[in-house]
């Protein structure tokens, strides 16, 4: 495994300095204990914070700015950050409003984001994003939060900058993880630093389909096929999820994994978006890029969020941090 790397203990505060250096006009970063936060505090509104495992870059640290959020947590590749991140941050950007966080349901992070508020001194509400449909409803620690959560975090980041209150960002968070649903699929494993090499391995004919943001194993393995084949069984099982009717306007994300090229992402936006118009959804807005990553994972996941006239207001707000930013 050739990386970029000095050593596995010291590449996250390595990569850190650096981010903080591409992007001191937008963020700073505190090393002890680990956290990012705007470089121009915001103040009378709600403070929006998420967090989570390194590795997935740009989520959730590129998210950190004007109309999105105030700061971010990130862990150890793939390990949930600490609960002392979480409160040092909030403590960090509160400013009288309260706090709300937007957790990816993984047992590591919803345990610590909850001890975190627990030792807060501030009202703070919850947000937890659980798009994955790889997984059962039913499943005993639910859906993952995967894709989404960049949709998810900007809504709300928007309506927290338009001085929303707890209460409201709460419902609004929740209103659209609930109307926001995902699939990903694999086409190799993804090297961990501290692995030495690929979480898994596959036959060149062979694909995970249903497979998360970690390295591990998808729903199922199955027949490596055309894009079109491929794409057309992401779809049809969001819009099973989902049942958008005739007319619904969404948005179409399409997500790299680390290590899948624009040319192909497009391709599969395209593939994507003529089977939803062709079943009268308006696909409105789009987002297509890595954003959601598994370190280098060759693969890709598709999104699809409903959306109605305020969602799409505030997706089109002003945002402006080291990796999404219009309107400004």
Not at 26 to 39: G, H, I, N, Y
Not at 178 to 192: H, K
Request: hydrophobic share 45%; aromatic share 6%.
């Amino acid at each position: 495994m050739k990386k970029f790397i000095n050593h596995v203990d010291t590449l996250l505060d390595e990569s850190l300095r650096g981010f903080a250096k591409a992007h001191a006009d937008l963020v700073e970063v505190s090393f002890d204990p680990r956290f990012v936060r705007r470089k121009r505090a915001a103040t009378d509104k709600v403070a929006v914070i998420s967090g989570g495992g390194s590795g997935h870059e740009p989520l959730h640290i590129g998210f950190v700015g004007q109309g999105m959020l105030d700061a971010a947590c990130p862990g150890q590749i793939f390990t949930s950050p600490t609960p002392d991140q979480m409160l040092a941050a909030a403590q960090a950007v509160e400013n009288g409003k309260g706090v709300l966080f937007i957790v990816k349901n993984y047992a590591g992070d919803v345990m610590n984001f909850e001890i975190a508020a627990e030792m807060l001194d501030c009202p703070s509400e919850t947000v937890l994003v659980q798009d994955d449909i790889a997984l059962p409803r039913e499943h005993d620690i639910g859906r993952r939060g995967v894709a989404g959560t960049v949709i998810v975090e900007k809504i709300v980041g928007a309506a927290a900058e338009e001085g929303k209150s707890l209460a409201e960002l709460k419902a609004l968070g929740d209103r659209v993880a609930e109307n926001t649903a995902s699939i990903g699929v694999a086409l190799t494993g993804c090297n961990v630093p501290a692995l030495g090499g690929p979480t898994f391995e596959l036959p060149p004919d062979k694909i995970e389909f249903g497979v998360g943001i970690h390295g591990e194993h998808g729903r199922e393995i199955v027949e490596f096929a055309s894009a079109t084949e491929i794409v057309k069984t992401m779809v049809e099982a969001i819009d099973e999820e989902l049942r958008p009717r005739r007319g619904q306007k969404a948005l179409l994300h399409v997500n790299g994994l680390g290590a899948t090229t624009l040319m192909e992402l497009y391709l599969v936006y395209e593939l994507a978006h003529e089977f939803w118009s062709q079943e009268g959804v308006d696909i409105c807005r789009s987002l297509v890029g890595n954003y959601t990553t598994a370190l280098d994972m060759a693969g890709c996941s598709i999104t699809l969020a409903l959306l109605d006239d305020e969602l799409i207001r505030l997706w089109d707000a002003p945002v402006h941090t080291p990796a999404l930013r219009w309107g400004i």
